[in-house]
């Protein structure tokens, strides 16, 4: 059998009538970007959320930068932020000009520690941008109450959690604003770049509106230096296809979910399934496990017909781009100790039940072979067997 880590495919192949439709009328009508399913889908994706504004934007990492710039981050200023994350989170602050400051995550969710968020503040820190990893939100409560107590601005990157959700609000609507991404592969994702900025502030939104389109309020009238992030008509059309399903895909995602962490539950043998808290919805971007022998049980998954990922292998602290920042090994302890430990295994809607099970099988036998092979290296050098050895001698 052969599973993929996302299987795109077969999604598209429930939509393809609907979707290829409508890029023939984007098309026909030839107003490619800035139009009417951008503005649409803007309402849509704000009303989803549970919010007033919502700017399409180029790519998720530009509904991040974007959403700094409007807030007015820039040189000399600090953003606190985690380094369990993809790379954007942190590139975006640089590009800013200002300075990441990362604090360790929780080892449970692996979203922000917030007991060590306050300790993180300077009189430089003007931002707290949490990540909602892997589809499970961060402790919102905690992060916004002092944010609240030190006046700073608070982005979520939200860009693995559509419809994800914190005491009953949906991520996007925790926060002065939320980044999304349309990346492919998200939970919502284009047939190739894009991003949103979600809030409920209309100043900022129309901030971004501006800095999306090079500055200007109107055609040739540039009020703020901009640059070029607009989304793109064609890929708007094919996101108001596919937002109607999220819900339902991802409803699938927790029911997979739910059948991974059962059916590995009896494996007591250092393999630790994803945490939901209380009071939050998890998505499931991704379904992560952690396990001591991450290396050697990929490769046996891949042997075995299973791709998976890593993510992320390594710390943004301890990337190369980021060595002027003066973190060093052993500066964000859980967060290195996720990286070495974490796998991702396959997740999709259209999974099936026979798949995980296999999946399931193949992780068993790692498990049992792996027993096996640790009673025999000890039975090797059991005192019976040295001696059987050395008579045979």
Known sequence: MQIELVDLKLQYQTLEDEVIAQITQVLKGMNLYLGENVFHLEEEFAQYCGVSHAIGVGSGTDALYLSLLAAGIGKGDEVITVSHTFAATAEVIALTGARPVFVDVDLETYTMDISQLEAAITTKTKAILPVHIYGHPAEMDAIMAVARKHNLFVLEDACQAHGAE????????????????????????????????????????????????????????????????????????????????????????????????????????????????????????????????????????????????????????????????????????????????????????????????????????????????????????????????????
């Open 166 to 393: 914190y005491k009953g609000a949906r991520a996007g609507g925790l926060g002065d604003a939320a980044a999304f991404s349309f990346y492919y592969a998200k939970n919502l994702g284009a047939y190739g770049e894009g991003g949103i900025v979600v809030t409920k502030d209309r100043q900022l939104a129309s901030r971004i509106q501006m800095l999306r389109n090079h500055g200007a309020k109107e055609k040739y009238r540039h009020t703020l230096i901009g640059l070029n992030s607009r989304l793109d008509e064609m890929q708007a059309a094919i996101l108001r296809v596919k937002l109607p399903h999220l819900d339902r895909w991802n409803a699938r995602r927790r029911t997979w979910a739910r059948h991974y962490t059962s059916q590995l539950s009896d494996l007591d043998d250092g393999i630790v399934t994803p945490v939901e808290l209380p009071n939050t919805k998890h998505v499931y971007h991704l379904y992560v496990i952690r396990t001591a022998q991450r290396d050697e049980l990929q490769r046996w998954l891949k042997a075995h017909g299973i791709a998976t990922g890593i993510h992320y292998p390594v710390p943004v602290h301890l990337q190369e781009a980021y060595e002027y920042l003066g973190y060093k090994p052993g500066s964000l302890p859980v967060t290195e100790a996720i990286c070495e430990s974490i796998l991702s295994l396959p997740m999709y809607p259209e999974l099936t039940l026979d798949q995980i099970s296999y999946i399931r099988q193949c992780i068993g036998d790692f498990v049992v072979g792996k027993r096996h092979r640790r009673k025999s290296q000890r039975d090797l050098f059991s005192p019976s067997i040295i001696k059987e050895t050395n008579v045979r001698k």
